[in-house]
């Protein structure tokens, strides 16, 4: 079992940056995959962002293109999501998951998964 604590969440003003952070309880990134999933109010849980686990390769969203990056830091065994230009559309709970992630939008590609971090933008 590995628990993902997920951290950075809170409340900022349309056009604010936040960044996300996510620690794994184990050093398994570095062989299975890392993302970001998120679910607003109503609506179903999507896609965000992953890193691959070689940590080289990302993959985002079309929807966050050019505003989100993922990234990870090894030595403190930690992925992040830097968020820039935040609307308020981007307002929900964002969810840290780990696996395969062989098809990064699919939930299922992922077997671990944080408790999620809420993530509120105002106008």
């Known amino acids: 079992q590995v628990f993902l604590t997920e951290s950075g969440g809170g409340s900022v003003q349309a056009g604010d940056s936040l960044r996300l952070s996510c620690t794994p309880s184990?050093?398994?990134?570095?062989?299975?995959?890392m993302a970001w999933f998120r679910q607003a109010p109503g609506k179903e849980r999507e896609f965000v962002a992953q890193i691959g686990w070689r940590g080289s390769s990302t993959y985002v969203a079309d929807s966050v293109q050019g505003r989100f990056t993922m990234s990870r830091e090894y030595s403190k065994n930690t992925v992040y999501l830097e968020m820039t230009e935040l609307r308020p559309e981007n307002t929900a709970v964002y969810y840290c998951?780990?696996?395969?992630?062989?098809?990064?939008?699919?939930?299922?590609?992922?077997?671990?998964w944080g408790r999620g971090i809420q993530v509120t933008v105002s106008s």
């Open positions: 184990e050093r398994t990134f570095t062989t299975h995959a």
């Open positions: 998951a780990q696996g395969e992630g062989n098809y990064p939008e699919r939930e299922g590609g992922y077997e671990y």
